[in-house]
C-alpha cells in the first residue's frame, strides 16, 4: 500500500479564496483524522471520520472550514474564505478499528495564505 | 478524558550520548501509549507502541519506552544518540476502551550536537 496520500503538498494562496486539501486513507482503514500544525499551537485534531461519517467536528476552527468523505477512499478538507491565520501543515492520517492500531499519516499540506 | 505531557520543548544531547525523552499521560480506561517521530517537511512516522504484555517495548531505529503505570509514564530512550535522530517526538494516547481517539502531546524537539 502506497500509505496515506495527500493533496497537494504545498498551496499557496491569496486571503479570500477557497482551499481545498485532499486525503486518500489506507485501504481498509476505517478512521481518518485532520490534523493541524502550527508551531503556536502544536498537532490539533480538527475533525474525525469513522466509516465515512462525520463523529466529532469540535476541532475545527470555524464555520470556514468543512470536511466531507464521500467514500471510504476519499476526503476532503475545505477553507472557504481562506485568512493568513488558516497558514499552518494539514494533516490526514488513517487507522483500523483494530485497538491499539497506530494512526499513519500523510506527508501533510503546507498551506500558505498571502 | 486523556491527556499527555511532554516535558522539555527540546531536549540537546551530544553525539554518542543516552537520550531521553519524557512522556507522561493520564487516561480514565487502561491506555495504549505510542511514540512517533517526524523529520522535517514530513508526516508522523511510528517509532514504536505499548498496547498489553510486557511493558519495555523496542522500536525502531534503537529507541525503546517503558510503560510505567504507578508512574503515569512512557519515557523513550535510545543509548547513544545519532546525527540522523535529530528531529521531533510525539508521545501520544489511546484509550483502550470507548471512543478511539488518539490524544498527541506538544512535541520535544530532539537536537544532537557532533
Known amino acids: 500500500d502506497a500509505g496515506v496520500i495527500q493533496s497537494p503538498r504545498h498551496e499557496v494562496t491569496e486571503m479570500g479564496q477557497e482551499v481545498t486539501l485532499r486525503c486518500k486513507p489506507i485501504?481498509?482503514?476505517?478512521?481518518l483524522f485532520w490534523y493541524r500544525q502550527t508551531m503556536m499551537r502544536g498537532l490539533e485534531l480538527l475533525i474525525y471520520f469513522n466509516n465515512n461519517v462525520p463523529i466529532d467536528d469540535s476541532g475545527m476552527p470555524e464555520d470556514r472550514f468543512s470536511a466531507k468523505m464521500p467514500n471510504a477512499s476519499f476526503s476532503t478538507l475545505k477553507i472557504q474564505p481562506s485568512e493568513p491565520r488558516d497558514s499552518a501543515v494539514y494533516f490526514c492520517?488513517?487507522?483500523?478499528?483494530?485497538?491499539?492500531?497506530?494512526?499513519?499519516f500523510g506527508q501533510g499540506t503546507r498551506l500558505t495564505v498571502v | 478524558a486523556q491527556s499527555v505531557t511532554q516535558l522539555g520543548s527540546h531536549v540537546s544531547v551530544s553525539e554518542g550520548a543516552l537520550v531521553l525523552l519524557r512522556c507522561n499521560y493520564s487516561s480514565s480506561v487502561p491506555p495504549y501509549l505510542f511514540w512517533y517521530v517526524q523529520y522535517p517537511n514530513q508526516g508522523l512516522q511510528l517509532l514504536l507502541k505499548?498496547?498489553?504484555?510486557?511493558?519495555l517495548v523496542k522500536g525502531i531505529n534503537g529507541f525503546e519506552a517503558e510503560f510505567k503505570k504507578s508512574e503515569t509514564s512512557f519515557h523513550l530512550t535510545k543509548p547513544s544518540a545519532h546525527m540522523s535522530d535529530a528531529a521531533e517526538y510525539f508521545c501520544?494516547?489511546?484509550?483502550?476502551?470507548?471512543?478511539?481517539?488518539?490524544?498527541f502531546g506538544r512535541g520535544t524537539s530532539l537536537i544532537v550536537h557532533p
Open positions: 505499548y498496547t498489553t504484555g510486557a511493558t
Open positions: 485501504s481498509g482503514h476505517d478512521y
Open positions: 492520517a488513517s487507522s483500523s478499528r483494530d485497538r491499539g492500531t497506530e494512526a499513519f
Open positions: 501520544a494516547v489511546s484509550p483502550s476502551g470507548g471512543s478511539y481517539i488518539p490524544t
